[in-house]
């Protein structure tokens, strides 16, 4: 059984806990003072003091994602993490993994997309996707915008909806599948007078199905029982 201290959840949070920019500071610092370029600069000085200011507020919201993915990726048992670990390896990514999941957390630029990856690692840990399908769901979190995220999670299922720019953006990132056909529609109801035209549609892929299943995990309080999508 894996040893409880090394758990992925714990290091990610006991990185962002340690998670301290002030020796980089203090190194961008003497590296400025250091040169006679920089010296000779009026205001660099003054640049030097925004940066730090900077990269404080980087830190604590760095911190406050590394803690909103934590409560979504919830808890799990020791069977769990050992499976885990094993699938880890064998894609031989064990010794990578919590370096590049800090680096995805401090990529994504809103803590709602901190929230949905919580929620696609729980998955993966749960082996509820693979470890290519996490990348993809990350992938496509950090590519959308948390608006079109909901818009979607809550209105898949309606039409009008996606006829919107939505149906395009979801197909760009491979959530849904265009369809195009036509069609006949009634203009004169009492001359029962009909024209073709062209009729846009959208489906959801695999890969789009698998992600709402993440959303609607994720986001399971905000949908109605009626439209909640497990796969």
Known sequence: MIDRNKRLIGKVKKKAEDFDLAEYVEAMVD???DSEVFKAIPFVSTVTGVVKTYLQYKEGKFKKKVEIFTEAAGSFTDDEWDKFYTDLNDEGKEDDFVSELLEIIERVDEEQKAKIIGGIFRRLVKREVTYSQFEDQVQATIALQVMNIHFFMH???????????????????RVLKRKIELAFRTVNIGAQKQEQYIKVGYTLTAFGGAYLTTLHQVYKDKIQPDHLYAG
Request: aromatic residues 10%; without cysteine.
């Open 31 to 33: 590296a400025t003072s």
């Open 155 to 173: 209105g898949y299922h309606n039409e009008y909806i996606l006829e919107e720019s939505l149906g395009d953006v979801m197909t760009a990132q």
